[in-house]
């Protein structure tokens, strides 16, 4: 099989990950913002275990996870400022597709260029980068429904940030040396924003949590961490 339709089928595959929230159709509200504070602290997890056991790892300048760190505080500043007067859409919510969005192009240039090495190599590659997309889209749609997302806008508005890693396998396999040497800034700022945005908006939200709820939010938390790592 060409490595080129290798790497947009497994793409493809990955984008289709943007519509796991598909199941709330079928329920109710009230359970939904239930589980809904779950896939919020799973989130945090995911996004802390990405960005600290994955994307930080690969981070050659540490200066450029600052950078990521204060572009998003800068970001959601700037939306808070412009949108959230009448808004009912919180910023995070903005952010966090701004960050999935970067991360999956990053993850198509990483498979192209991985199947470029060996085609053994590249579905290798490929497995755990949808093994830990799954439920890191799972808390992602979650944190979309709590920012005020209606539940199909959310599920749209996530498949189409999940198809820039289609992008990322284009651009990669056009691009190879020099996106080789952009996602040396990428990779790190990408760290710096999934970072920011677990800390200051999303473990914010399990503080709020009471009782039974918060003890679960911290479980799921933890959930999403050890998976990342463990991935």
Same mark, same amino acid.
């Given at each position: 099989?060409?490595?080129?339709?290798? %790497?947009? =089928? +497994?793409?493809?595959?990955?984008?289709?990950?943007?519509?796991?929230?598909?199941?709330?159709?079928?329920?109710?509200? /009230?359970? @939904?913002?239930?589980? %809904?504070?779950?896939? =919020?602290?799973?989130?945090?997890?995911?996004?802390?275990?990405?960005?600290?056991?994955?994307?930080?790892?690969?981070?050659?300048?540490?200066?450029?996870?600052?950078?990521?760190?204060?572009?998003?505080?800068?970001?959601?500043? !700037?939306?808070?400022?412009? /949108?959230?007067?009448?808004?009912?859409?919180?910023?995070?919510?903005?952010? +966090?597709?701004?960050?999935?969005?970067?991360?999956?192009?990053?993850?198509?240039? !990483?498979?192209?260029?991985?199947?470029?090495?060996?085609?053994?190599?590249?579905?290798?590659?490929?497995?755990?980068?949808?093994?830990?997309?799954?439920?890191?889209?799972?808390? +992602?749609?979650?944190?979309?429904?709590?920012?005020?997302?209606? /539940?199909? /806008?959310?599920?749209?508005?996530?498949?189409?940030?999940?198809?820039?890693?289609?992008?990322?396998?284009? !651009?990669?396999?056009?691009?190879?040396?020099?996106?080789?040497?952009?996602?040396?800034?990428? =990779?790190?700022?990408?760290?710096?924003?999934? +970072?920011?945005?677990?800390?200051?908006? @999303?473990?914010?939200?399990?503080?709020?949590?009471?009782?039974?709820?918060?003890?679960?939010?911290?479980?799921?938390?933890?959930?999403?961490?050890?998976?990342?790592?463990? =991935?």
């Amino acid at each position: 099989m060409n490595i080129l339709v290798a %790497a947009l =089928i +497994i793409t493809l595959i990955n984008s289709s990950f943007g519509f796991v929230g598909l199941f709330s159709l079928f329920v109710k509200k /009230r359970k @939904l913002d239930a589980i %809904a504070s779950s896939l =919020i602290a799973l989130s945090a997890g995911t996004l802390l275990g990405g960005g600290l056991f994955h994307l930080l790892k690969e981070s050659f300048i540490p200066s450029m996870v600052v950078i990521g760190f204060l572009a998003f505080f800068l970001l959601e500043e !700037v939306l808070h400022w412009h /949108r959230c007067r009448i808004c009912t859409i919180h910023p995070y919510s903005y952010l +966090i597709l701004i960050g999935d969005a970067i991360h999956n192009f990053i993850d198509g240039i !990483v498979i192209i260029t991985s199947f470029l090495v060996s085609f053994k190599l590249g579905l290798i590659t490929s497995f755990l980068i949808l093994l830990h997309e799954f439920p890191q889209e799972l808390g +992602i749609f979650g944190v979309l429904v709590k920012g005020g997302f209606e /539940r199909k /806008r959310a599920m749209l508005n996530a498949f189409l940030v999940q198809t820039t890693s289609i992008l990322g396998v284009i !651009v990669g396999s056009l691009f190879v040396s020099t996106v080789k040497h952009i996602s040396v800034y990428i =990779i790190p700022f990408a760290a710096g924003g999934f +970072i920011y945005i677990a800390a200051s908006d @999303l473990i914010p939200a399990i503080h709020q949590e009471k009782g039974i709820q918060k003890l679960k939010s911290v479980l799921w938390m933890i959930v999403g961490i050890l998976l990342l790592a463990f =991935i």
